[in-house]
């Protein structure tokens, strides 16, 4: 293997002095240089040698992939670029080699269609990349943690170069001078996954590369309020649809309108406002946004990503639901129409797999009891096990076909599986 004889000599350690670092009180920014010093020779090793900005020299062990304060949520609402925080005194730094190593050994790169070889030829791309999503989530760019490393590395990466080489096999299809629609990406995932998070490095990814995409969620096409009451109030006694959530519990009209307008915006100076929910809306129960509050985007727009816990779900006969739960009989008759609304406007599709559905309690069940513990409102053991309750049934009924046969409608050239496991990292799977 040719180019693996770029790391035949592992880079010596060196060390980034703190006196590199200047700090400006202007903007509370770091500013950092590195000199990464090495005798080699090899003008390949020289050349990934030069773009080496980010280096991990030890790797810890914890609860969570993310060690910081500062959620994906609260990041997303401040302004301005988000920077790490750089330690104060001398960090020890590992070689190109580990890093590429590390890449290497992740469960996703075969999936995506790459190889050592190709992850050395782009190892620039990866080194930014890593960058860029420290500086989103605000994490030591010199002291990753394991689950950290195999967050970024083994997952959100992987998965942005394949949604890169589907835009591209998209743009393909067009002639010089035509209008490109944007690739609009399926993500159907388990609540409680990381789905959201997952595309909103992506999105972050997509603006710093200078590519224009827009993030929307099927929960932005819920009833309103009033329209959550009317369908309560048709199903008398139905828990799946007393609150929001399963198929009936959302305007499919308003999601033809709102996904129809997202392809057409092909041409610069086009623009139009993201709908959005509000779930802490009349208690809990919740409502559509204010129109005023909704964010705006501009095209041309390259991708439009689109993520949901039911999406691609198929109907299945009426004797099979029903054995799962007789209440499904009904939402299982509403999901019909949802290929039409939702699906069919998915070109390429990712899909988060799990072992057990039992998981979506589980990550609910840590999600409210951090809530609780950081003195904010969440709901009791009890409430999540009444909440989660009301989704298993769909759970149960529709992943065995849809990690089977793949989403409704889907191309599987154009399809990513990704099986999880109970910390949500991707794993080694069909």
């Not at 030591?140 to 083994?154: A, D, G, I, S, W």
């Amino acid at each position: 293997m040719a180019t693996l004889n770029v790391f035949s000599q592992p880079l010596h350690p060196t060390t980034i002095s703190s006196s590199l670092c200047s700090s400006s009180s202007s903007n509370s920014t770091f500013s950092c240089h590195f000199s990464l010093l090495s005798s080699h020779s090899s003008p390949t090793l020289s050349k990934l040698s030069n773009h080496v900005h980010t280096h991990f020299s030890k790797s810890g062990n914890g609860s969570s992939w993310l060690q910081s304060s500062s959620t994906a949520d609260s990041i997303a609402h401040k302004k301005g670029p988000v920077y790490s925080v750089f330690p104060s005194s001398p960090a020890q730094v590992s070689s190109v080699q580990d890093l590429y190593e590390f890449i290497c050994s992740g469960p996703l790169l075969y999936k995506i269609g790459l190889t050592p070889e190709k992850v050395a030829e782009s190892i620039d791309k990866w080194l930014s990349y890593g960058r860029q999503l420290c500086r989103l989530f605000q994490l030591n760019e010199l002291f990753l943690t394991e689950p950290q490393k195999v967050r970024l590395y083994h997952y959100y990466i992987p998965v942005f170069l394949w949604c890169e080489s589907e835009i591209a096999q998209h743009q393909a299809k067009f002639k010089d001078k035509e209008d490109i629609p944007p690739l609009v990406i399926g993500f159907s995932a388990p609540q409680g996954c990381g789905k959201t998070t997952l595309v909103f490095a992506l999105d972050y990814l997509f603006q710093m590369i200078g590519r224009k995409s827009a993030t929307i969620s099927i929960d932005d096409f819920y009833l309103t309020a009033e329209g959550q009451n009317k369908l309560r109030e048709a199903n008398p006694g139905n828990a799946l649809l007393e609150y929001r959530g399963n198929a009936g519990s959302h305007d499919l009209p308003f999601s033809v309108e709102t996904l129809t307008a997202l392809t057409k915006m092909s041409r610069e100076g086009t623009k139009m406002k993201l709908p959005r929910y509000d779930k802490s809306a009349f208690g809990g129960r919740g409502d559509r946004a204010d129109p005023s509050t909704w964010p705006e985007i501009e095209g041309p727009l390259t991708v439009v990503l689109f993520e949901g816990w039911m999406l691609g779900f198929k109907p299945l006969p009426v004797e099979a639901v029903k054995a799962v739960d007789p209440q499904l009989e009904i939402v299982n008759k509403n999901l019909k129409a949802y290929y039409d609304a939702w699906d069919k406007y998915i070109q390429s599709w990712i899909v988060i797999k799990i072992k057990d559905p039992s998981c979506v309690y589980q990550w609910r069940l840590q999600a409210e009891i951090a809530m609780r513990e950081a003195g904010n409102p969440g709901m009791s053991d009890d409430e999540v096990r009444d909440f989660v309750s009301r989704y298993l049934p769909a759970y149960n009924a529709y992943l065995p076909t849809l990690y089977s046969e793949g989403p409704s409608g889907s191309d599987p050239q154009h399809l990513l599986n990704i099986e999880i496991d109970e910390k949500r990292n991707p794993i080694l799977g069909v």
